[in-house]
């Protein structure tokens, strides 16, 4: 067999098996189902012809999808992974140079995410007999570097096949992380082009079915005994329930936790899903997208248990969430780079359902106070009246923001999957989107990247599909971020995935222009404006009428349905959406939004730095407003 060949059978035969939250058996399912190529001549000989030759010869070994632009390939095997709570994920072939290079920001988003993705970028000759060759970087101080090479510190594994006998070694090193819960991330295994097409005797060993098991460790009796003793002694103990809940498929374990002891719980972006929005002990998002409700209740909490969080600066809003002079910090986690985080002396480096199901057979008898269940009550109600009002229509003739995710939220069904990564969205959709299925709110908003969105959501409907569920995505982008990355949608066509994709035209950076605005610099740059040539900027000119976004995804091939503004907005976007679920096909919603109607705050905040010195009045007012926040950040959690 050849190298490519080898692999391709190879990967084919890989199944992930984890044990399932009822105890009634294992989940037994493919780890790689299917490999992403866009080929060129490092690839299109190697990986190019085995895929070719077992579509051929076995079209379901593992098959191939096209895509039409390299980091697409890899948000789609991210948000396939998501759905299947990184038990199963997509192999991604690109070619040398341009075509490896355009992965990086892929790996970089898979890793930050801790989501599985295998990538299989290919490589100039090993042999060196034609060099240098198309596409190949020369650093003239090392002629060996390439352009894979950038992959090392955007990959949780990384190795690169010289020659043919390296491959078993290596294939079977990275599925090894692959499947790891603490480890998981990009890996990526670099092919020369002319190692891909050589050919090698291999052994019938390697190309047997092989089975990971996912790793779910018991909590140390020492950990648990600690966590149980600090909880124990709480008065306002707080939950954060981070990614790690759902892709341990802990959800029922936290709720039965939580249902038994009144503890609160806020969610991280990841975990989203961990309880329903209107559970009694479920606050909303926490930090500085969170809510009221959790935010008040964090910062009073002399007990913070974070379970499978990574505790971002959005989670912690940047150290300035939890303001008890005495708080402690359990935190329970598989990884425990993530367990130590923020100077935490009592970590439980375990599984988080394993361990919520331990804690909860010793906290039998344990409940937060009268006093301390009615306040939560109090916060969760007040935030719901809050969020109700903001979700309404208003009858603007450019609606806000807000209220387009409540008439998206009414049109949707409870197992519906919103699908989002960057801008303002973010953080709306993480204090107002009412989640009501596990599985029901995917925002990457650990890389936060934008150009995610559209083949992460086509990667989430492969997910589904590939597990028998046909419930809807409903993706939610900017007009930055469509900008960025909408070439996908001809891949939707291609292969017949119905997403539904809401599209709000802010006429720029929305996002960043308020944040501009916070910080002083006035919203430059942030709009979509024609060059006004003599002041030499984008904000005075006309408005960048000539793009239209509509026709755009029209060409693709996809339906469009455009709303215009007026009064009635609201009500059409609704009515747009039933209409989008009820058809078999991708729909995009084109819809006009007022950029400068904001969500309600949560009173969370988010250190950006400001100029410690302008000639900006509008600088030298926000910088006295940070300064004074800044005070309320911790230099060490513990």
């Not at 299947?84 to 991604?92: F, I, P, V």
């Not at 390697?206 to 020492?222: G, M, N, Q, V, Y």
């Not at 329970?332 to 100077?343: M, R």
């Not at 197992?415 to 989002?420: E, F, H, L, M, N």
Request: proline fraction near 5%; charge should be negative.
């Amino acid at each position: 067999m050849t190298v490519g060949q080898a692999l391709v059978e190879f990967l084919a035969h890989q199944y992930t098996v984890d044990s399932t939250p009822a105890g009634d058996g294992d989940v037994r399912e493919r780890t790689i189902p299917g490999m992403f190529g866009i080929f060129g001549h490092g690839n299109v000989a190697g990986l190019g012809q085995a895929l070719k030759q077992y579509n051929v010869t076995d079209p379901t070994l593992l098959p191939y999808h096209q895509a039409r632009n390299e980091q697409a390939m890899v948000h789609q095997a991210v948000g396939f992974a998501r759905m299947h709570r990184r038990r199963a994920t997509l192999a991604a072939t690109a070619s040398v140079g341009p075509g490896a290079a355009n992965m990086l920001t892929g790996a970089a988003l898979a890793t930050a995410n801790r989501m599985p993705a295998l990538l299989l970028p290919s490589d100039t000759f090993a042999t060196r007999v034609a060099d240098p060759v198309l596409q190949q970087l020369e650093i003239p101080h090392d002629t060996g570097l390439q352009v894979t090479d950038a992959f090392r510190p955007l990959s949780r594994f990384f190795d690169r096949v010289q020659r043919p006998e390296q491959l078993y070694s290596i294939a079977l090193a990275a599925m090894r992380v692959l499947t790891d819960p603490a480890e998981t991330g990009a890996v990526t295994i670099a092919l020369p082009e002319d190692v891909q097409a050589e050919a090698i005797d291999v052994p019938v060993e390697f190309l047997r079915d092989r089975e990971w098991h996912i790793r779910r460790p018991l909590p140390e009796k020492w950990a648990l005994e600690s966590a149980l003793s600090a909880i124990r002694g709480a008065r306002k103990p707080f939950i954060i329930a981070g990614g790690g809940v759902i892709y341990s498929g802990a959800e029922e374990s936290l709720r039965r936790l939580v249902e038994l002891t009144g503890i609160p719980v806020g969610t991280s972006q990841a975990g989203g899903g961990a309880l329903n929005w209107d559970h009694p002990q479920y606050l909303g998002g926490v930090g500085a997208t969170g809510t009221t409700a959790a935010n008040r209740l964090a910062a009073e909490a002399d007990v913070v248990i974070g379970i499978g969080t990574r505790y971002s600066d959005f989670t912690t809003a940047s150290r300035s969430a939890f303001q008890n002079p005495d708080v402690k910090f359990v935190n329970i986690n598989v990884a425990s780079f993530d367990a130590y985080k923020h100077g935490s002396q009592l970590t439980v480096i375990a599984d988080a359902r394993e361990t919520l199901d331990a804690l909860r057979a010793a906290l039998d008898g344990f409940h937060v106070s009268a006093e301390h269940a009615a306040r939560v009550a109090v916060e969760k109600r007040a935030w719901d009246t809050v969020a109700e009002g903001a979700l309404s229509p208003t009858g603007a003739e450019l609606p806000g923001q807000a209220e387009i995710i409540g008439a998206i939220q009414a049109a949707s069904d409870p197992k519906d999957v919103i699908v989002q990564a960057a801008g303002s969205l973010p953080g709306d959709l993480h204090k107002l989107w009412r989640v009501r299925d596990p599985l029901g709110y995917h925002v990457e908003y650990a890389f936060s990247c934008m150009g995610y969105e559209i083949a992460g959501g086509i990667g989430a409907k492969r997910g589904l599909e590939a597990l028998g569920d046909d419930r809807d995505v409903i993706i939610m982008v900017g007009d930055g971020s469509y900008l960025m990355l909408h070439s996908e949608l001809a891949t939707a066509v291609a292969e017949d995935i119905k997403i539904i994709l809401v599209l709000i035209q802010n006429e720029g950076y929305a996002s960043i222009g308020h944040l501009s605005e916070s910080i002083g610099s006035e919203r430059f740059g942030t709009r979509y404006r024609y060059l006004d040539k003599s002041a030499r900027n984008f904000e005075s000119g006309e408005l960048l009428t000539a793009v239209d976004l509509a026709a755009n995804a029209r060409s693709y091939g996809i339906d469009v349905i455009e709303i215009r503004p007026g009064s009635l907005a609201i009500d059409q976007l609704s009515a747009a959406v039933k209409a989008a679920k009820a058809s078999s096909s991708s729909t995009l919603i084109h819809i006009n939004a007022d950029p400068f109607a904001y969500a309600p705050d949560g009173e969370g905040w988010w250190d950006v730095p400001v100029a410690e010195v302008s000639d900006l009045e509008s600088t030298r007012q926000a910088r006295a407003e940070y300064v004074e926040q800044r005070k309320k950040q911790r230099p060490l959690l513990g």
